[in-house]
């Protein structure tokens, strides 16, 4: 799995291309040549990015899902919506396709902020709002996600 570090703001062209951060692709050195998937977002309106390994175990999960289930089926044709393969090109860009672009409300001005295991692609402005809040409600937040978790990582 990977651990992937980095919050950076970055531009997008005219054709939907942004220059990949020279950090995340230290990170990702080993997944660059696989690619990636790009996908809508299941809570906000921003992208999610997997390197394509990661990718691959988030659709195993999927396709474990009972398909005679119709609740099962209707979450995976909206949880697959939009999903497309993405590279870099020989300089380094990524290009984002227009369909997403416009689901996400990309302008020009972009955030590309980790998640753990994948990668968000935010319209700046977007991402500011999302994490913008107060400290005493996070506090809370913290407490309520995390509070009763082991201290010790499981292997």
């Given at each position: 799995?990977?651990?992937?570090?980095?919050?950076?703001?970055?531009?997008?062209?005219?054709?939907?291309?942004?220059?990949?951060?020279?950090?995340?692709?230290?990170q990702l050195e080993k997944s660059l040549s696989n690619g990636f998937v790009i996908k809508r977002s299941i809570f906000r309106k921003c992208l999610e990015l997997y390197p394509f390994e990661e990718w691959d175990l988030e659709s195993k999960r999927i396709n474990n899902l009972n398909r005679f289930v119709k609740k099962n089926v209707d979450f995976i044709r909206k949880f697959m919506a939009g999903v497309k393969t993405v590279e870099l090109d020989v300089t380094?860009?990524?290009?984002?396709?227009?369909?997403?672009?416009?689901?996400?409300?990309?302008?020009?001005?972009?955030?590309l902020a980790s998640v753990v295991n994948k990668i968000e692609i935010w319209?700046?402005?977007?991402?500011?709002?999302?994490?913008?809040?107060?400290?005493?409600?996070?506090?809370?937040?913290?407490?309520?996600?995390?509070?009763?978790?082991?201290?010790?990582?499981?292997?």
């Open positions: 799995m990977s651990n992937i570090i980095g919050t950076y703001e970055c531009k997008v062209d005219v054709k939907g291309r942004l220059m990949f951060p020279v950090a995340f692709k230290g380094g860009r990524l290009l984002i396709p227009k369909d997403l672009i416009h689901y996400a409300n990309i302008k020009k001005e972009i955030v319209d700046k402005s977007e991402y500011e709002k999302a994490v913008d809040y107060d400290s005493d409600e996070f506090a809370d937040l913290a407490e309520e996600v995390m509070g009763d978790i082991e201290t010790e990582p499981k292997s």
